[in-house]
Nanobody
Framework: QVQLVESGGGLVQAGGSHRLSCVVS????????MGWFRQAPGKEREFVAA????????YYADSVKGRFTISRDNAKNTAYLQMNSLKPEDTAVYYC?????????????????WGQGTQVTVSS
């Protein structure tokens, strides 16, 4: 059974940095493109960042471009989301997702597996 487990959520002050991790078990991590999404209260889930299977290609939402960095360590079956210059509007539950194939994509329906989510709260 495929499992994605996020960690690293918490409370951080505006302007600060935080890193989320997502460990994947039950499938070959290196064969999966990975994505991060988030959902704020009362809003729909939105795309944040994605990384290709090889790690060569990355893709970001305009709202986080230049502040967030997605990466992966295939030896550790782990994807990361480094978040810098955090803003209160970044407050949300953050989800990681995995999809079969090599391409990084922002389309939620293209992802086969999802984690349970981790809360990030940015205080002003």
């Amino acid at each position: 059974q495929v499992q994605l487990v996020e960690s690293g959520g918490g409370l951080v002050q505006a302007g600060g940095s935080h890193r989320l991790s997502c460990v994947v078990s039950g499938r070959t991590f290196s064969s999966s493109a990975m994505g991060w999404f988030r959902q704020a209260p009362g809003k729909e889930r939105e795309f944040v960042a994605a990384i290709s299977r090889s790690g060569v290609s990355t893709y970001y939402a305009d709202s986080v471009k230049g502040r967030f960095t997605i990466s992966r360590d295939n030896a550790k079956n782990t994807a990361y989301l480094q978040m810098n210059s955090l803003k209160p509007e970044d407050t949300a539950v953050y989800y990681c997702a995995a999809r079969s194939g090599s391409i990084a994509t922002s389309v939620p329906n293209s992802y086969n597996y999802w984690g349970q989510g981790t809360q990030v709260t940015v205080s002003s």
